[in-house]
């Protein structure tokens, strides 16, 4: 990066007349711009770094007190009891399934509405929906958790009656919902741009507008479709308070979304809120948990790049 | 001079055109089109070639307000293609259009070819396979691509592409073919073969072309119409336009004085 803007200078410095390369004072005043420029952008970087750091040392504590097997297998995770275990897969557990549930409302409900606001939508429809759509993202996710556990778990239970006052399945359907907008949004900027061109194209071929969207924008468009599932994931296995407040906090080694479990976020919330002693192997616990979040998080994106990478379009 | 015994496959009758902001793009446009010769429009820019082209397919139904008026007849079944009845999908069927700029599917070759078979709802594979190998062959490409047929379209050169585009418009057996500026994005080779192309289609085929490049008229066509402004200046035989137009302002766009 830095070697290509020094080359695009002295090729451009080449080409400059000497009358109008002797500026030193715009020459220095550009070193400055590119220097506050570059620490903004690496403020983000390493403020990355700083919390890796900090999540692999606390880890690293854990681990001495706690072995990688007795983590990965163990089926119980109460590291605050008197009779301690370590294992993280309930957690675990209870973060796939709770995204799962989430996935499967805010995957194809997202798409279709890109589709929707995207091919067929007037003008002034979408005009009106996609800001009442984002309007869905700015209410606080704590609202969205109370809403699950007051008003969709009740009506849950009125068609399953033995479900549980705290279960996945109405925080993962809460948070499905929650999470639409997100895939709505970056699919439909997506499909939008798809050159005109293209549809045209399908168009004059005889194609509906149904096939015309179907056959030719969506491939088009695959890249940022995919984009968007995957902040999606991203959010959905990140996601605290509606997990925290539905799906309650008791770690329970299941896929089944009609019990209650806690996801590793509910859980470093739930600890987070009571006061344990810092190196303690309780407070050392939430990094552990975190850490496991985060490489989870970060094998979905290196995934979606990859997707991205094999589908990135060239029209 | 207009062989009368020449067939006409459609007319354009009093056609006047209005865009959706009000402007009227076309004039009482009045147009025949001979079967299976090649009819160029030629006109500076602005002049409503392009609009007027896009009127055989009802493209235009694609962006809300536009409005036609007057009528475009297809022989010999006398269908205005216009008509508030016609579906324009139906029109889009039988009259298919290359753009300038080559516009491939994200899909691999044979699947671009094979689209509008596809759309149809044809499931037979070897009718599709078929197919798509006729129209290849048609559009000069079949043996450029025949080894690779599932590759992406995208990795074919500029003149390739739009040779694609032709196979692809080619293999539902269109009765008209519409080409906007087909060869504006491409080198002189690529315009050549896409010159070359055009003159064998029009054995199997009605083709109107709007272009920008007078020689490509001269050399292609059979008809040429000069448009200015909306209106149709003056039509008839190529060799007459070119040689003895009988209006001045042709006389003026053809020998650069103007546009």
């Known amino acids: 990066m830095n070697t290509a803007t020094n080359m695009l200078n002295n090729a451009t410095a080449l080409q400059i007349s000497p009358r109008l390369a002797k500026n030193i004072r715009r020459n220095f005043k550009e070193r400055i711009i590119e220097l506050i420029l570059m620490l903004a952008a690496l403020s983000a970087v390493f403020t990355t ?69 995207s091919e067929f939508a007037s003008h002034k429809t979408r005009e009106i929906t996609k800001p009442i759509l984002e309007l869905l993202v700015g209410v ?56 005109m061109s293209m549809r045209e194209g399908s168009y004059a071929m005889g194609a509906t507008r149904f096939q015309t969207a179907l056959r030719v924008v969506t491939p088009a468009a ?20 509606v997990v925290a407040v539905a799906a309650g906090q008791q770690p329970n080694l299941t896929f089944d979304p009609t019990e209650g479990a806690a996801t590793i976020t509910a859980y470093i919330v739930q600890v987070a809120m009571g006061d344990l002693p810092h190196a303690s192997i309780g407070y050392q616990s939430i990094f552990a948990a975190g850490l496991v979040l985060f490489v989870m998080t970060l094998c979905f994106n290196i995934l979606g790049h990859v997707v991205r990478k094999k589908y990135r379009e060239q029209y | 001079m207009v062989n009368t015994s020449t067939p006409l496959k459609a007319e354009s009758k009093d056609l006047n055109f209005y865009y959706a902001n009000g402007h009227q793009a076309l004039k009482s446009v009045s147009m025949p089109l001979y079967e ?18 896009r009127c055989f ?13 007057g009528q475009i007849v297809m022989h010999p079944d006398n269908t205005n293609v216009l008509a508030a ?112 192309l055009m003159s064998e289609l029009k054995n199997k085929l009605t083709i109107l072309v709007v272009t920008h490049n007078m020689q490509q008229a001269a050399r292609v066509s059979d008809f040429t119409a000069y448009m200015y402004l909306g209106e149709m200046i003056e039509y008839g035989d190529t060799d007459v336009i070119f040689t003895r137009p009988t209006r001045k302002e042709t006389e003026d766009y053809i020998t650069g004085k103007f546009g």
């Not at chain 1, 695959?222 to 308070?241: C, D």
């Not at chain 2, 397919?57 to 008026?69: A, I």
């Open chain 2, 36 to 53: 299976n010769k090649i009819t160029a429009l030629i006109g500076p820019s602005g002049c409503g070639k392009s609009t007027f082209l």
């Open chain 1, 49 to 117: 770094f700083a919390i890796v750091a900090i999540l692999l040392y606390e880890s690293f504590g854990f681990f001495k007190s706690v072995s990688l097997v007795e983590f990965f297998t163990g089926t119980q995770w109460t590291p605050l009891f008197e009779d301690a275990h370590y294992g993280i897969m309930p957690l675990i557990a209870g973060t796939l399934t709770t995204s799962f549930v989430a996935l499967a409302v805010a995957v194809p409900v997202g798409t279709i509405t890109a589709i929707y606001l």
């Open chain 2, 85 to 196: 009845g016609v579906d324009p999908i139906e029109v889009r069927m039988r009259i298919s259009m290359v753009f300038q700029k080559p516009n491939p599917f994200p899909k691999t070759i044979f699947e671009n070819v094979a689209y509008g078979l596809r759309v149809r709802d044809e499931k037979n594979k070897r009718v599709v396979a078929d197919k798509v190998e006729e129209a290849l062959k048609g559009a000069a490409l079949w043996n450029e691509v025949k080894d690779r047929l599932n590759d992406l379209a995208f990795n074919l050169s500029g003149g390739q592409q739009q040779r694609l585009c032709i196979a692809r418009a080619l293999a539902t057996d269109p009765e008209i073919m519409l080409f906007d500026e087909p060869t504006s994005a491409l080198d002189p080779i690529a315009t050549a073969n896409i010159e070359e």
């Open chain 2, 57 to 69: 397919n009802r493209m235009h139904d694609l962006y809300p307000g536009n409005k036609y008026e």
């Open chain 1, 222 to 241: 695959t890249s940022g479709i995919v984009a968007a599932y995957i902040l999606a994931i991203s959010r959905a296995v990140g996601e605290t308070m």
């Open chain 1, 140 to 195: 606080p996710t704590i609202a969205f958790g109370y809403f699950a556990l007051l008003f969709v778990t009740p009506l849950l239970q009125k068609i399953f009656p033995e479900l549980p006052g705290f279960n996945m399945l109405s925080a993962g359907l809460v948070m499905g919902v929650m999470i639409v907008p997100y895939i709505a949004s970056v699919a439909e900027d997506a499909m939008r741009a798809v050159p």
